[in-house]
């Protein structure tokens, strides 16, 4: 068994055991192979969301191995780390230069991730020129697929990112539609983190609110790395904001939730899928977390009758409750395998290229239903589900599923 430093975790087998992995390594080298590249903040304040990522995609890859791979070939996980020890959170750098290490290794057909926007708008023009795809179960800034940055993202040509998630361009706004239609909030103050991801939700929300009618009285920009943000949260209450949106990840966003606890207890609280995470839950923390509102890109399907039986077998592969992310990445995962499947069948050479080419086409019927690409890679669904924080102290305060309460689908903008 081969083992990178600590930072570099290459995985045979995905989530089996060492045992279990130690007996077959013979098997493996005598056997066809193809590997998965991942690139997830698995270290500091996003570790818990991006193990749900890796996970779920580890067991799409166990589960096509033991069904015995996928057209003849057996299937690896390649996994990096693209956290920072100096920040605690994602570096788009380290993720470009993951990136450049997949590309490195000539085994490596396709990639699943980033989870972070700002890391797959560093890996994209890096993966553009090596011809590989990546597919993300998370990234939603509208600007990776849009045309008018294709020069920027897809450098090469031909799109290389897709997402099994809809985009922030309706994240957002639905989310302002929801507050304006069902909350009937006025009066609003909005927050970013800085990071692609904070801004690009961020701006969305408050465009869709002032066309809803809203009145944005603070649009304003946080330091991750600050910690007191009493100033702006003081302003906000002496402008009578009604509500709070933040739009960005955990390392902000956790002590935006502990202040404005104290200092606009009253105000309707939401924010992105950056909220719906267990970082934020654990991070913020009960009581102040409780009654916060969250989005995900995706639709709810953890609770359908169809997907239970699904549900019951990755706990007890796992022994982990899945979150809605884990089904958008092991959805991601799914689309890759379908894809060198169908290259396969096709009697053609299982390339980079020829997977990317079989990605854009997809039609896969999903756990979260049926999978299709826009010309862009862009998902052709646009759903937005809400949730919101109910605490239940039968589960721990990390735990995503029994913590928010799905709410319904967001109104569309």
Do not use: C
């Not at 920009?221 to 955990?250: E, F, V």
């Not at 997907?307 to 990445?329: L, M, N």
């Not at 020829?354 to 052709?380: K, P, W």
């Amino acid at each position: 068994m081969r083992y990178l430093h600590r930072r570099e975790t290459f995985r045979l087998l995905g989530a089996s055991t060492l045992a279990a992995a130690a007996q077959s390594t013979r098997a493996w080298a005598e056997d066809k192979a193809l590997t998965i590249g991942m690139s997830f903040p698995l270290t500091g304040s996003l570790a818990l969301q991006a193990a749900v990522a890796r996970d779920a995609a580890v067991y799409a890859i166990d589960e096509a191995n033991e069904k015995g791979g996928v057209a003849g070939y057996k299937l690896r996980a390649l996994v990096f780390d693209d956290a920072s020890t100096t920040t605690g959170q994602y570096d788009p750098a380290i993720a470009a230069t993951n990136a450049r290490k997949m590309l490195q290794d000539a085994s490596v057909i396709a990639a699943v991730g980033p989870l972070n926007s700002g890391s797959a708008k560093a890996v994209s023009p890096v993966l553009s020129q090596g011809g590989m795809a990546t597919i993300s179960g998370s990234a939603t800034n509208p600007d990776l697929s849009s045309p008018k940055f294709a020069q920027v993202y897809r450098p090469a040509g031909p799109p290389i990112f897709f997402r099994t998630v809809t985009t922030d361009a309706y994240q957002g706004p639905n989310f302002a539609n929801f507050l304006g239609e069902v909350r009937h909030v006025q009066r609003v103050t909005v927050l970013d983190d800085g990071g692609a991801y904070g801004v690009g939700m961020a701006d969305a929300f408050a465009a869709q609110a002032v066309k809803k009618g809203l009145t944005v009285v603070i649009r304003d920009r946080l330091d991750p790395l600050n910690a007191d943000y009493s100033a702006i949260l003081t302003k906000a209450k002496s402008l009578d904001t009604q509500a709070l949106y933040y739009g960005g990840d955990p390392l902000a966003g956790t002590k935006v939730v502990k202040q404005s606890y104290e200092i606009i207890p009253d105000a309707v609280k939401g924010g992105g899928d950056g909220v719906h995470t267990p970082d934020m839950l654990t991070g913020g923390a009960m009581p102040a977390i409780q009654g916060w509102y969250a989005t995900s890109a995706a639709a709810h399907v953890l609770d359908d009758a169809g997907v239970k039986p699904w549900v019951e077998r990755y706990f007890a592969k796992t022994g982990k409750q899945p979150a809605d992310y884990t089904i958008t990445y092991y959805d991601a995962t799914q689309v890759i395998l379908d894809a060198i499947a169908r290259v396969a069948k096709a009697d053609h050479p299982v390339t980079r290229a020829a997977v990317r080419d079989a990605i854009q086409t997809t039609r896969l019927d999903t756990l979260q239903g049926q999978v299709v690409f826009d010309d862009n890679g862009d998902l052709m669904s646009k759903t937005v589900s809400i949730y919101q924080v109910q605490y239940d102290a039968r589960f721990p305060i990390g735990d995503v599923i029994h913590q928010f309460k799905y709410i319904g689908v967001a109104p569309e903008a």
